[in-house]
């Protein structure tokens, strides 16, 4: 991998159960794990082309799990963008995604983080209990990108990280190498993906 490569830390977070995984997955293998384990941390490479630019992106997975938040929330100051998961089925899903963002918002201390909003699941619409309206509200109150998706039928899944790194762009577009936020390794394991 060259030095003018585009790299890029995303992480995904939201409450246990609402599929952060399975979009991972789904996202770097293109399959889908019916019967996953509950994550502590997971880190994954990959080098993919996206609007036909190469990108190294590093995608930290991380426990939506109480008792693993102090281990979440390191990943909040040194990751460069975020993509916060809810279940569409889920109110309290909804909720905790909701302070994640504030979280995340109050760390990073600025205005412009990439952040996609991701109501997943869409493939249980009958047990729907989040309205789209309601996600497309904080989408406008701090300025997200919102997508509603299943990692199950891979609806919005890639569109989903795309979108992330498009801001990422965006937002380090024209600044050097050295001035962008170095990418840390994680403590955990790190898988690559090629």
């Known amino acids: 991998m060259g030095d003018s490569e ?25 399959r889908f794990i019916e019967d996953y384990d509950p994550t502590v ?4 490479k990959k080098m993919l082309i996206i609007d036909e630019k190469p990108v190294v992106l590093e ?12 281990v979440r929330d390191k990943y909040f100051k040194s990751g460069q963008g975020f993509v916060i998961v809810y279940s569409i089925t889920s109110r309290n899903s909804f909720n905790e995604a909701k302070k994640i963002l504030l979280k995340i918002k109050q760390v990073k ?31 406008k109150k701090y300025n997200l990108t919102f997508f509603e998706s299943s990692a199950k039928t891979g ?10 790194v498009r801001m990422l762009r965006e937002k380090y577009r024209n600044k050097p190498e050295k001035q962008r936020e170095e990418i840390t390794d994680s403590s955990g394991g790190c898988c690559t993906l090629l």
């Open 109 to 139: 201390e600025s205005s412009t983080i990439p952040i996609v909003l991701v109501g997943n699941k869409l493939d249980l619409e009958s047990e729907r209990l989040v309205e789209r309206e309601e996600s497309e509200q904080l989408k």
């Open 41 to 44: 941390e997971e880190s994954y």
């Open 6 to 30: 585009e790299k890029y830390m995303v992480v995904i977070a939201g409450s246990g159960s609402v599929g952060k995984s399975c979009l991972t997955i789904r996202f770097l293998q293109n």
């Open 155 to 164: 609806l919005n899944v890639t569109e989903s990280f795309e979108q992330c």
């Open 59 to 70: 995608i930290v997975d991380t426990a939506g799990q109480e008792e693993y938040r102090s």
